[in-house]
């Protein structure tokens, strides 16, 4: 299974739409008479790979699988039915598949005579896909929300201007973690007052360069000289002010599994209020304006003990000086 794990990690597999799964099969001997891992939407799944470069040797072996096989035909045919032609005799897997779509494979071989068993490091299976896991879960993408502040919780000055308040390294920073999300979603006041692209830029080194989804929400309509409406990557235009109903529709619409929230203090606060954001990740910069527009909107918060609190999950300095931004990871606390 720790090979199987490793080969689902192979590097420059998209994390999205699909999950990260491999494959190991193992001769009666204990032998491996084939390797096989997902390498994106559309392609092969894991099981198939492993099965195709196994050849007659799948029959009487153990499948070693990280994530349970699929039992569906949805861009491929289901792993179930191939398992079971090839002649597999036991299937192991990690982690179940929470995909209602394709889930229930594992009852399908065991109900055709073949030995099964589930959950052998089923933690590092849900490491590899966390939002994809979380997203089906739910029945909503996890939603981690960004933002710049300065040290008096300000993303903007008085007067509107706030280029810059994280530094140059926090903003790259800032393109990594949109690299790693599917989708990319502000306010409609955000496009009005910002304009901002909304892309990932200056990653493509290190991710594979596929484009999140640009998702507006608001019912106001958008100005099509916005930057957010070019063709470097989709849109989507949700007129809604419902965030329950946005990550409802971008899960069961557009198959939507980690929201990047990028809004403005407004938006983040209905998210926060409504309780669907899931990780909170801030760069806080050494500077002060006193007045200007605060971070996050109202909560409807007025006594202390009513504070949404967070925990903390990591504190990491990017650059020095003037220039260094300590950027910040949290999650929701438990009470
Ligand atoms: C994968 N790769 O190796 C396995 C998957 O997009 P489809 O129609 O090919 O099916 C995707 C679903 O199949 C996915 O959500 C998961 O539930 C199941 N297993 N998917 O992309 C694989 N084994
Ligand atoms: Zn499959």
């Known amino acids: ?129 966390p939002a994809w896991t979380f997203a089906h879960v739910h029945g909503r993408p996890f939603v981690t ?4 502040t300065t040290l008096d919780g300000r993303s903007a000055a008085s007067d509107g201007t706030s280029r810059w308040v994280s530094s140059r390294a926090a903003r790259l920073d800032t393109h990594l973690l949109r690299g790693l999300c599917d989708t990319m979603l502000v306010g409609t006041n955000t496009v009005e007052v910002d304009d901002p692209h909304l892309t990932v830029r200056d990653a493509d080194d290190v991710l594979a360069p596929v484009q999140p989804l640009r998702v507006v929400m608001g019912e106001r309509d958008l100005d099509p000289a916005r930057r957010v409406l070019d063709d470097a990557a989709p849109t989507v235009h949700l007129r809604t002010q419902d965030p329950a109903k946005a990550l409802a529709t ?29 990780e909170v990740v801030t760069y806080v910069a050494p500077m002060l304006l006193g007045a200007g527009r605060s971070s996050v909107g109202k909560l409807g918060i007025r006594t202390i003990d009513k504070a949404l609190r967070l925990e903390l999950v990591d504190a990491t300095v990017l650059g020095a000086g003037e220039e260094a931004n300590v950027r910040l990871v949290m999650r929701p606390g438990s009470r």
């Open 145 to 148: 929300w960004k933002f710049a």
């Open 250 to 278: 971008l899960y069961a619409e557009h198959d939507r599994h980690h929201v990047f929230l990028e809004g403005g203090p407004t938006l983040a606060a209905a998210y926060l209020k409504a309780g669907l954001v899931d």
């Open 1 to 129: 299974m720790r090979r199987a794990l490793v080969l689902a990690a192979t590097p420059g597999v998209p994390l999205h739409p699909n999950p990260r799964v491999g494959c190991v099969l193992l001769s009666p001997e204990g032998e491996v008479v084939g390797e096989g891992f997902h390498h994106g939407a559309g392609t092969p799944h894991a099981e198939v790979e492993a099965l195709a470069a196994a050849g007659e040797r799948a029959r009487g072996a153990t499948a070693v699988v990280t994530l349970e096989p699929c039992n569906h035909t949805g861009r491929t045919g289901p792993c179930s039915q191939a398992l079971l032609q090839a002649g597999v005799a036991r299937v192991v897997v990690a982690q179940r598949d929470p995909n209602p779509e394709a889930q229930g494979g594992l009852d399908v071989l065991a109900a055709a005579g073949v030995e099964t068993d589930a959950g052998l490091l089923a933690d590092e299976s849900l490491a590899l896909n």
